[in-house]
């Protein structure tokens, strides 16, 4: 299957620095990536898709002024989180599209990145 | 648009106990539905995948069933341990079948 390493793991930050978070398909390539975000007690939801060469699209309510998304290669997708406030900290994780990597239409996800702004 | 539903939320069984988590799921033109684990604070593992054209799938201690046409899937665990304390999230593809619609969870604890 697809493996898809996400770095860091956590991260604190001080409220209105901004944050990097990385995303690298390892054994494919990926035109299309998945960010996804999930604050306490509530689901993953999808907050934008990470397109190769062109623009992020982003699912209503996401500002993408603050959320820079940014896919300049077919392995690797950043989520900058800028002027972060403590409203942000939240769990990040990407995904590679079903099937990325292979026949197999399985989802894979990075291990997801733990942000605390204090 | 797809929305999954699962149910219960919580919870909580002595150790040795089978349980079953539930699932659904409101658009039934799904090609495949994941089961993932959530460890606190921790990423996803993927537990079981099942494609449309199958009826469960099993590993180990867990197995998966796929109703499509009620729009269900139910995971059973049998024999429940302590290391199986987690939150199961249930996940089908929606939207152009490159995103991933996720329920929020059912939170799990077994205790010993």
């Known amino acids: 299957g697809a493996v898809v390493s996400q770095h860091p793991s956590w991260v604190i930050c001080k409220s209105g620095t901004s944050v990097k978070i990385e995303c690298r398909s390892l054994d494919f390539q990926a035109t299309t990536m998945f960010w996804y975000r999930q604050f306490p007690k509530q689901s993953l939801m999808l907050m934008a898709t990470s397109n190769e060469g062109s623009k992020a699209t982003y699912e209503q309510g996401v500002e993408k002024d603050k959320f820079l998304i940014n896919h300049a290669s077919l392995t690797l997708s950043t989520l900058t989180v800028t002027s972060a406030h403590p409203e942000d900290s939240s769990f990040y994780i990407c995904?590679?599209?079903?099937?990325?990597?292979?026949?197999?239409?399985?989802?894979?996800f990075g291990q997801g990145t733990r942000l605390t702004v204090v | 648009k797809q929305e999954v539903t699962q149910i219960p939320a919580a919870l909580s069984v002595p150790e040795g106990e089978n349980l079953v988590l539930n699932c659904s799921f409101t658009d039934s033109a799904i090609y495949n539905l994941q089961w993932f684990r959530q460890d606190p604070g921790k990423g996803l593992t993927s537990l079981l995948l099942?494609?449309?054209?199958?009826r469960e799938q099993t590993s180990g201690r867990l197995n998966a069933s796929l109703d499509k046409s009620s729009g269900r899937s139910t995971l059973y665990i049998a024999a429940s341990q302590p290391g199986d304390s987690a939150t199961y999230l249930c996940a089908v593809p929606s939207g152009g079948y490159q995103k991933v619609t996720f329920g929020i969870g059912t939170k799990l604890q077994v205790i010993p």
């Open positions: 995904s590679a599209p079903p099937g990325a990597g292979g026949g197999n239409t399985e989802a894979f």
């Open positions: 099942i494609q449309s054209s199958q």
